[in-house]
């Protein structure tokens, strides 16, 4: 029993480990709120883990002895990720200055139980990773830390809240069987290239699970495809032209490491348009120009079948563009408004932070306007000479100014006092 009772104690100490460091990082003020909360339900867990290893005894068994390290071993290879991830949310590097507009928007997207953390991450691009058992209802965006102080490109947060809306909205399922039907539609009308490339496919069998097999590639790129698609267009109904500027700021031309599970970004401008389209928002200058067309990395076995997924998503594009633009008018999610963003403008021309916006969204399409138009502010030398470090600093106030009229029109109270 010896030594189970010193792999039972390195657990603990390794637990205890934990602990410490969660203790180590814990600061007086978060200035984002739910890291600290994230941070205490983390701490609450590992007590609990702890709680259920001092249940042991000499008489447990090295089996149930290992049985139980195992698995606390396991939860700490799930949890430091996450907590590494809350410690990066505090770093200065960060636009905290966009949380509570963020957080507020997470809300009206996914509901009223979401609780969003931005984190500067080493990953050129952004990402999101989804609620999980340790933290429930917690939605953990990743930003370039080269850019994260960048208040421009927060629109890209919009396509990250997709995700948890593709997965609770059950769009998967939705979709499933039109996606699979597509695909199977195209093999037909090519049957002799499917052939050479899967030889000995009976046509007879081909939805058959045997059949299948040959294509279910296809179809798991093509769920994926649509996922990212849909995002995108929920990025672009929220945040209107400013996530087309955003989009193209950080990804053109392409991104080296292509992905089976995205769509090429020339696809995914093109159908950005296709949608920009159908809200009626205005498309910037050249926006699709400046991705180019990469040439494909892939054999010629998993190029044919990604040319089955580019065709099911291309008869996909329209039904997940009406899917969005219904999902966001159920939301309440506002649409552009044009006369909301021009008195922005007209406040950052003025060098003072936008305020009194109904929606945070205009401030970010007035900031991009400014951005791309080389005549604004031309009379402040001085200005014109840092313009891109004063648009940043005049958007991130309008962020806190945004976020201080929210509170101060939920609190009516103190708005009076």
């Given at each position: 029993m010896k030594r189970a009772a010193s792999v039972l104690d390195n657990t603990v100490r390794k637990l205890n480990a934990v602990l410490a460091e969660l203790d180590r990082i814990r600061v007086k003020d978060y200035p984002q709120p739910h890291t600290e909360e994230g941070l205490r339900l983390i701490e609450l867990l590992v007590d609990d883990y702890l709680a259920s290893l001092g249940e042991l005894s000499d008489r447990s068994g090295i089996e149930v002895v290992h049985g139980h390290c195992e698995e606390m071993l396991d939860k700490i290879v799930v949890l430091l990720p996450l907590i590494g991830f809350l410690l990066r949310s505090t770093n200065i590097r960060n636009s905290f200055e966009a949380h509570g507009p963020l957080a507020r928007l997470a809300c009206d997207v996914v509901g009223e139980q979401a609780k969003l953390v931005i984190s500067s991450e080493w990953e050129f691009s952004p990402f999101v990773e989804m609620p999980t058992p340790q933290l429930p209802g917690f939605i953990l965006i990743g930003l370039p830390a080269s850019e994260s102080g960048n208040g421009l490109i927060v629109p890209l947060a919009g396509h990250e809240l997709g995700h948890p809306v593709w997965t609770g909205e059950r769009l998967k399922d939705e979709f499933d069987e039109r996606l699979g039907n597509e695909i199977a539609s195209a093999i037909e009308a090519r049957w002799s290239e499917y052939e050479e490339h899967f030889d000995g496919a009976a046509r007879e069998k081909l939805g058959d699970p045997a059949g299948r097999d040959h294509w279910s590639p296809a179809l798991t790129w093509a769920h994926r495809q649509a996922e990212e698609s849909f995002c995108d267009f929920l990025g672009l109904r929220i945040f209107s032209e400013s996530f087309l500027h955003a989009f193209g700021f950080l990804l053109a031309p392409e991104t080296p490491d292509q992905s089976r599970f995205y769509p090429s970004l020339r696809t995914r401008a093109d159908n950005l348009v296709k949608a920009a389209t159908a809200y009626s928002i205005p498309v910037p200058d050249g926006f699709v120009s400046q991705f180019n067309v990469a040439k494909s990395p892939w054999d010629e076995?998993?190029?044919?079948?990604?040319?089955?997924?580019?065709?099911?998503?291309?008869?996909?594009?329209?039904?997940?563009?009406?899917?969005?633009?219904?999902?966001?008018?159920?939301?309440?999610?506002?649409?552009?408004?044009?006369?909301?963003?021009?008195?922005?403008?007209?406040?950052?021309?003025?060098?003072?932070?936008?305020?009194?916006?109904?929606?945070?969204?205009?401030?970010?399409?007035?900031?991009?306007?400014?951005?791309?138009?080389?005549?604004?502010?031309?009379?402040?030398?001085?200005?014109?000479?840092?313009?891109?470090?004063?648009?940043?600093?005049?958007?991130?106030?309008?962020?806190?100014?945004?976020?201080?009229?929210?509170?101060?029109?939920?609190?009516?109270?103190?708005?009076?006092?």
């Open positions: 076995r998993t190029e044919f079948l990604l040319s089955l997924v580019r065709n099911a998503l291309d008869a996909l594009v329209p039904d997940l563009i009406e899917r969005c633009s219904t999902f966001a008018d159920e939301r309440g999610l506002g649409r552009r408004d044009n006369a909301e963003i021009k008195k922005a403008r007209a406040d950052l021309e003025l060098l003072v932070p936008a305020s009194e916006m109904s929606q945070v969204q205009s401030v970010l399409n007035a900031a991009w306007q400014v951005h791309v138009e080389d005549d604004v502010w031309c009379e402040y030398q001085d200005v014109l000479e840092r313009k891109d470090e004063i648009l940043n600093e005049l958007l991130l106030k309008s962020f806190e100014v945004n976020q201080i009229e929210a509170y101060l029109q939920s609190s009516p109270n103190v708005a009076k006092g």
